[in-house]
């Protein structure tokens, strides 16, 4: 996942110069439905390969999208803030977020349950990303 995250930011800045900030979020969120069902599938080192190297594209887009999406939307005024505040909220989900994944393997002896219920998340992803307003500076 590593090794791909790299090249492809450099890939993202240039696809962010000629797309809507919006629309490659969504584009993002698209990606982690694809990632996740890539995983749900997963049964073979070649799959988990293809997970990897999935996860890295997209990750490395990500990255890049957000940190332009977090001062057109909300501004620059306030953005160490918002950052803080996103960076915290990002930290605790990393560390609460394999609770879900051990509940389900110890209800349901597997992962598969809990894959399909975090398809919930990207979905809205996607629905949020197509209907958010265009950013309008403030003066």
């Known amino acids: ?45 070649m799959w988990a390969l293809a997970f990897g190297i999935t996860w890295g594209l997209i990750g490395g887009i990500e990255r890049i999208v957000i940190s332009m999406i977090l001062p057109n939307y909300f501004g620059r005024k306030h953005i160490g ?7 915290t909220v990002t930290v605790m989900a990393s560390a609460f977020g394999p609770l ?20 919930s998340f990207p979905v809205l992803g996607v629905i949020a990303c197509l209907f958010s307003p265009k950013p309008v500076k403030l003066t």
């Open 1 to 45: 996942m590593a090794i791909v995250v790299f090249p492809i930011t450099m890939l993202a800045r240039f696809l962010l110069e000629r797309m809507k900030v919006n629309k490659m979020f969504a584009f993002v969120f698209v990606g982690q439905i694809g990632f996740i069902l890539l995983l749900y599938f997963t049964h073979s080192y």
């Open 81 to 87: 803030s918002i950052k803080g505040v996103a960076t």
């Open 100 to 119: 879900p994944f051990g509940l389900a393997f110890d209800l349901f002896g597997g992962y598969q349950e809990i894959l399909l219920a975090i398809l």
